[in-house]
């Protein structure tokens, strides 16, 4: 990556282009509007960054300032500040823009994810910890990004027309596809009878439209999938029963996870926990000796728990 210093001139906005590789591609109609305002009132105080186009001396592509740019032309400024650096390589131009932006406010995970994928196309590069020393971006992020990836071309077209919305107005969110990427994934591994009825874009798409209808309470709710499945992995509930919950959860839009796990399995894992905690108080009146004084609250306690017990046994037969 070139060291060679800046130099500040002054250039036609007209004459600059976005650069195509800017992770932040999405920009908040309101928050532009805002800065619109203030260009408008004391100019643009923080010059560009971009550099000569080799191929079209005259042109310049962005590297730092793409909202500010959009508001010079916006408002029709004869000339913008702007830093201008050599031209950088088709993979440097990604790792700068990457790094420039990455000390910047969060931007669309969206936006990350689709450069991300243009690092690892020109450097073939794709282990989690060498994209992150190269982008500045975190472990964490890279693996989000990647699982993002994954999704089916439609879904991530749905995410892109959205970025640019405010949080609350979007449905098709970067966080709910990755709870229904990673739903979708436990269902269909350990599910044999499902991942032979649905394919992988089947069951996503059957999940999105849940949160399309407004359905879901949270995307969060979709953690309770696994927990669903994992019934069945504990011999809670029969795989059997369990996999046409499951079924019924794709295919009825208005089935929320939420609901099937709890009509299905949450009586099972209360019991599970209830026996677990059978175990521990067990092992806590073990350290009592047989011939120890009970003090009258504790054998009233005592008494009330076995009372509850009996009838419970009773009860269930």
Same mark, same amino acid.
């Given at each position: 990556?070139?060291?060679?210093?800046?130099?500040?001139?002054?250039?036609?906005?007209?004459?600059?282009?976005?650069?195509?590789?800017?992770?932040?591609?999405?920009?908040?109609?309101?928050?532009?509007?805002?800065?619109? &305002? *203030? $260009?408008?009132?004391?100019?643009?105080?923080?010059?560009?960054?971009?550099?000569?186009?080799? @191929?079209?001396?005259? #042109? =310049?592509?962005?590297?730092?300032?793409?909202?500010?740019?959009?508001?010079?032309?916006?408002?029709?400024?004869?000339?913008?500040?702007?830093?201008?650096?050599?031209?950088?390589?088709?993979?440097?131009?990604?790792?700068?823009?990457?790094?420039?932006?990455?000390?910047?406010?969060?931007?669309?995970?969206?936006?990350?994810?689709?450069?991300?994928?243009?690092?690892?196309?020109?450097?073939?590069?794709?282990?989690?910890?060498?994209?992150?020393?190269?982008t500045g971006l975190t472990r964490a992020t890279v693996r989000r990004a990647k699982r993002l990836l994954n999704l089916p071309d439609r879904e991530l077209e749905l995410i892109q027309a959205e970025a640019h919305l405010d949080r609350s107005q979007q449905v098709h969110r970067e966080d709910l596809y990755l709870?229904?990427?990673?739903? &979708? *994934? $436990?269902?269909?591994?350990?599910?044999?009878?499902?991942?032979?009825?649905?394919?992988?874009? @089947?069951?996503?798409? #059957? =999940?999105?439209?849940?949160?399309?209808?407004?359905?879901?309470?949270?995307?969060?709710?979709?953690?309770?999938?696994?927990?669903?499945?994992?019934?069945?992995?504990?011999?809670?509930?029969?795989?059997?029963?369990?996999?046409?919950?499951?079924?019924?959860?794709i295919e009825d839009v208005e089935a929320t996870p939420t609901a099937v796990f709890n009509e299905v399995a949450a009586l099972a894992f209360e019991q599970q926990s209830a026996a677990r905690k059978a175990d521990l108080l067990r092992e806590s009146l073990a350290q009592f000796a047989p011939n120890g004084e009970?003090?009258?609250?504790?054998?009233?306690?005592?008494?009330?728990?076995?009372?509850?017990?009996?009838?419970?046994?009773?009860?269930?037969?």
């Open positions: 990556m070139s060291t060679e210093p800046a130099t500040l001139i002054q250039i036609d906005p007209w004459s600059i282009r976005r650069n195509p590789n800017n992770p932040r591609r999405y920009f908040n109609d309101e928050q532009l509007d805002l800065l619109r &305002t *203030s $260009v408008q009132e004391v100019g643009i105080l923080v010059p560009l960054i971009a550099y000569e186009d080799p @191929d079209e001396p005259g #042109s =310049f592509v962005l590297m730092d300032g793409e909202r500010r740019w959009r508001c010079a032309l916006d408002l029709g400024l004869d000339a913008v500040p702007a830093s201008t650096i050599a031209p950088p390589t088709p993979l440097d131009n990604l790792l700068r823009m990457f790094n420039i932006h990455s000390v910047r406010e969060d931007w669309p995970l969206i936006a990350v994810a689709l450069s991300l994928r243009e690092v690892i196309r020109i450097s073939g590069e794709e282990r989690e910890s060498r994209l992150a020393e190269r709870e229904i990427e990673q739903a &979708t *994934s $436990v269902v269909r591994g350990e599910l044999p009878a499902v991942a032979e009825r649905f394919s992988r874009d @089947d069951v996503i798409r #059957s =999940f999105a439209k849940k949160a399309e209808a407004r359905t879901l309470r949270a995307v969060t709710e979709f953690r309770d999938v696994a927990k669903l499945v994992k019934a069945a992995d504990n011999d809670l509930v029969s795989t059997a029963t369990v996999t046409s919950a499951v079924i019924r959860l009970l003090s009258a609250a504790f054998r009233e306690a005592l008494s009330e728990l076995r009372d509850a017990i009996t009838q419970l046994l009773e009860r269930r037969g």
